[in-house]
Each structure stands twice: as C-alpha cells, then as structure tokens.
C-alpha cells in the first residue's frame, strides 16, 4: 500500500508539522528554545572535551593534612616505593641518628631515644646515671659505669641487700616463718665461728594405747657421764631370740645381765647316785658342783634317759676337793641327760636347762 507519514509538534497551543532541510535532517531552532544551563551545546561539549583530555595525563596522589593544608605523601625513592611515615609520641617527633661506628656504614640510621638507665651507687648517697662508651679494641659501645645495688622493701623504705663478705660474695638472707623469724646460734662452744640454725623441736611417739606423747629428754647419768649431757628419756627392753620365739632378757637383782650359764630361767638338781638328771627332752648343761667323797673320783654322762648310752662326757679327780665344772658354751643334750658312771662321790649339782 503506498502513503507517507506525516510528523507533528504540540506548540503548546496547536499541532504543526515538523519541517526537515532538502537534505532530510529535522529542523530544530534552537535560538528559539528553551534549554536548561549547561545543555549539551556545541561550547558545553567543547569544554567538557578538554577537561577529559586532561585527566589523562594527570597521576594520582595521596595526600594528607597538615591541620592547615593538604600536603601530597611522598615514597622512599624512585626505586624504593615504600611510603614515607614519621613516628611521634603525642606531640612529639621520634627522630633519627646516623651510626659512625666502623661496623655500621655511615648511611644506616637509627631511631634517636633519650633513655636515662639510673641505678644505685654502693654509698647509696646518690643515683648516678649509667654512660655509654666506644670500645678501643672493636668499636662496640657499652657501659661505662653501672655501680648496681639490689634493694628490698623492710616495710616503711627500701634497704640494700648485703653479700657474705668483701671476698665471699654470697647473697646474706634469713628464714622466716609467716611474720617469725628464724634465729641462728653458736653450734658448739668450741666452735664459736660455725652457727646453725635455732630450732624448737619435740620428738612424739605412740603409747601402747595408741596416743601420740612427747619423747623427754634428760640428763645421762652414772658412769662418768657428764651432767651437761642430755639424751632421749626412753624406756627400753632388751630381747633375744630363742630360735623359736622372742623373750626377755632377764638381769640380776644389781643390773647386771644374766648371760651364758646364767640364761633365764636355768634349773638346778642335786644328785647322790647315778640316773637321769631332770625331766628328759632337749637340755643344755652349764656347770656341776663336785663333792668327792674320795681321791680318784669319776662321773660320766650320756645323751639319754636310761643307763647303757655312750658316753657324751666324762670327769676324773685325783683328789678330794669340791670344785665347779663350767660348761661355756654349754653341753648340749638332745634326749636327756643322764649320769652314768657315780664313783667315789658324795653328790653333784647340776646347772642346767
């Protein structure tokens, strides 16, 4: 189907046809419309050109305030592009120090500190200020002078801590329990010079009742013990062993132990005529009494209960005098003893158990 099409405007008031040149662009007055400032006029879009020319030959910084300007940050250098900071402490500006010494080169800095080391002199009249100085030998740098006291706090100031002596120059300090302090004293008065320390002690122990009491201490006594000795107040029975079971060991009425033939519970028996001496069993014999009736006296015994055994032991006397045999160790009988042979006798006594 042919036709055409035809384009109109609104003019605010009527519809008119829109008008193009004989080359078919639209026609648009523009000194007649009423554009808004900063329109995309042919000088508008001029001035833009240029600025955007502009931002392409222009490098980015950062910058940072000065509490009055803006200033740029810089870097280290063209080949190092680290950025460049300062430290401050408050207000105040940490700054730099070039190293001399013939270890470092003279291009490496370090940070500047003002650091005074105090420390003690001996005197305690005053606090002197540690100095450093340049090692001759090797251009290292140290200490000068550093005269150090330890001090410790006695409750109301601080007090210098002492060593031992001007040669022995061991720590001096005491022991203390809780707020108690522990006291020294002389450990022997042939040596006054060596001290220990002064202690309190008690030594307890179990009754037989299961009660823990106080072990006393008293002074030894008898046989030239000195007075001045004290040693443990204990209570003490001596016991020996039987070969089966422990028992006492028993003394004499003065003190004096009974041992050998005088063990506990030894057995006597007088005898006129031949026959068993005691009970039979085990026996052991400590000593016979002799009473001859004449000279050529003879006994003999044996490990029996009746007459006929062999002979375990035998005695002959030329003359006639009562005398004791002892038996130390004692004979011993392991079926009984038994008196064999009674010649010119009048009796004899046994010691025996």
Known sequence: MGGHVEVWGWNTARWVKLLVDNTGH???DITASALPAGAATAANQ??????IDTLETISGRMY??????WQYLQVEAAAQHNLRVRLYGGVNAVGVLNYTSS?????????VTHANLRLASSSLSRWYEARVAMDIADGETGITFMPVALMGWNGGSYDRLRVESGVAFNLRVKLYDGANGIDSQVVDTGMTTERGLAVCAAVYGYNAGGSVLTVWARFNEGDAALNAMTGLLTINRLYGYNGATWDRLRTYPTGILKVGRAEVGLLD???TAAGPVGAAGARRLYWML?????GSSAIELTDAIAAGAAIKADHFDTTRDGHMVTFDPPLEFSIGIYLETFTNMTSIIFGYL
């Open 26 to 28: 639209l026609q648009v």
């Open 46 to 51: 001029a001035t833009i050109i240029g600025h």
């Open 64 to 69: 940072g305030f000065d509490t009055a300007n």
């Open 103 to 111: 270890h470092i080169a003279d291009a490496n800095y370090g940070l």
């Open 269 to 271: 028996v007088r005898l």
């Open 290 to 294: 002799l009473n001859p009736s004449a």
